[in-house]
């Protein structure tokens, strides 16, 4: 059987995560897509290509829940083994516009487990699951591409929850940076987004010296 690249994306119910799914949908290519809700549209547009998908249900706010689901799919070898790894940190929120004191706490409290605790924690998961998949001997590629915004870097007034949530992000790619990769196997390709489809960037090496080849392999 001919080994399948996994792509995880998160936030691809609609808006750009759903525009991202629908170019990522292809029959070499495993999607597995999480959000809240299922989109029937993108079920269908797999059907039709026959292209593997799969949606899951699960509130990200639920991190560890979110988190200790992804590990243990990931923990369970597929078919043949994947032929590269991808999580893309695609969902965001945006909670009520105003003075920080005016966010009701639970819309405070989710914007930011949505928009920084969800993806430091998937980005945990997979970065687990994938470095044992290296020490069983596996060399595919793995990459994760988090979706940021401009007001990550510049703070914009009215949005404190969401720019923390974004610099936060941001912020959290350097630090394996800056503590280095000791070994081999921790080399693994990130990169940070900001702005809108069609201004996506290939994800690449963050962390440890590229491997030969393509720049973004680990
Ligand atoms: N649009 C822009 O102009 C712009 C600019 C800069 C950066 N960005 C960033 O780009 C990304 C996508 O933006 P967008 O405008 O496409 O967003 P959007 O249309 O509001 O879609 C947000 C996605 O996130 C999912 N989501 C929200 N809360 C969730 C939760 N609790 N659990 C699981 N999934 C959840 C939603 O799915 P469900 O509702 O089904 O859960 C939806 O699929 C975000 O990270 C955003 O910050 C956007």
Redesign the pocket.
Known sequence: MTPQHLTIL?????????AMAHQLLGTDRHLLC????ANDELTAEAKRLGAPLTQWS????DTTGAAHRLQTFLDSPPASPWASATLIN????IPRIGPLDHCPPDDLA?ALR?GLEAPMQLTAAFLRATTAWVDAGWRGPRKVLN????LGRSAMAAQAPYCAA?AGMDHSWRAPCVAGTRRDRHRHAGATA???PGGLPRPQPLCGTPAPGPAHSA
């Open positions: 998160t936030g691809a119910s609609r808006g750009m995560g759903l999480i959000s809240r809700q699960q509130d990200l706010a695609n969902a965001g929120v989710n949505v979706i940021s915004s401009g974004k900001r702005g809108r």
